[in-house]
């Protein structure tokens, strides 16, 4: 697979014939839930047909097929498209329906991350650190609890506080920020291996999958399954008290902020 008319090639006929295939040795193998390891089918639907899929040796590419929802101005779009990764050289994602290729983005590097560890390749580093996601669940709670108590409840610092995972329920309302916010040091390698091992459970994947990924690839996943924090804030700034808010804002940007990727090594707060 070394030319993108080859890789376009591939990824029209998986569309045509809606199965996940490889190259190996240049012939095309039909890839199945048989190469996954467990019955674990049933999960993975938005990562497409490789999650979990181990493939043979000597594999120069994997391609697949994915029915995605894409925006198209103001409203979204259902469509149908092909995500062809491989070994070596840049992934190509092809909407056929639109009749235009369309190149990854960080929204989509989940999908090349399963092609990557399908053919057992690692994945790019993370590129967020794991209070991302804390923060991110964070703000969900907030919201939930905002919509909850109804318009025009007076919704106090302490309250929103306390719905931080690794605040615990002794929040300080005087200082900015969940004072264990800033202690959080757990990384994600100990995280991914935490829910690879069950003693931490994520709703979207089975410690099996969690096995399977690498640390890049489990810390994309797991950010692409919580909302995205900015039209959350954007909202909250409507809905709760001005100074409310701004505690809140303080907390996601404290002066001494988190590097991303790694951390120091810890033994962290639960989720």
């Known amino acids: 697979m070394t030319t993108s008319k080859e890789m376009i090639d591939l990824g029209e006929a998986v569309i045509q014939t809606d ?4 190259i190996v040795a240049g012939r095309h193998l039909v890839l199945s839930s048989s190469d996954r390891p467990g019955n674990t089918a049933s999960f993975f639907s938005d990562y497409g047909p490789l999650v979990g899929v181990v493939c043979p040796p000597g594999t120069t590419a994997v391609a ?17 498209i092909a995500v062809v990764v491989p070994r070596m050289g840049r992934s190509l994602i092809i909407d056929r329906l639109a009749n235009r290729q369309l190149h990854p983005t960080t929204d989509v590097a989940p999908l090349i991350d399963v092609g990557r560890r399908a053919m057992r390749l690692a994945t790019p580093p993370p590129g967020s650190h794991p209070i991302d996601l804390l923060d991110r669940i964070w703000l969900d709670r907030v919201m939930t609890t905002v919509l909850h108590a109804g318009l025009g409840a007076d919704i106090k610092w302490p309250v929103v506080a306390a719905l931080h995972p690794v605040c615990g329920s002794r929040p300080q309302p005087s200082h900015p920020t969940p004072t264990a916010r800033t202690q ?10 935490m829910v690879a091992g069950s003693s931490l459970r994520w709703p979207s994947m089975t410690p099996e999958i969690a096995q399977w990924l690498d640390t890049g690839s489990f810390s994309r996943w797991c950010i692409a399954d919580t909302p995205e924090p900015t039209p959350i804030l954007t909202d909250l700034e409507e809905l709760l008290d001005p100074s409310v808010h701004r505690q809140i804002e303080a907390c996601l940007h404290p002066d001494a902020g988190l590097e991303k990727g790694a951390s120091d090594s810890g033994n962290g707060g639960q989720l």
């Open 19 to 22: 199965e996940a295939v490889a």
């Open 64 to 80: 697949y097929p994915l029915d995605v929802s894409v925006r198209a101005r103001s409203a979204s779009q259902s469509t149908l």
């Open 184 to 193: 959080f040091r757990v990384r994600w390698c100990e995280l991914r291996a």
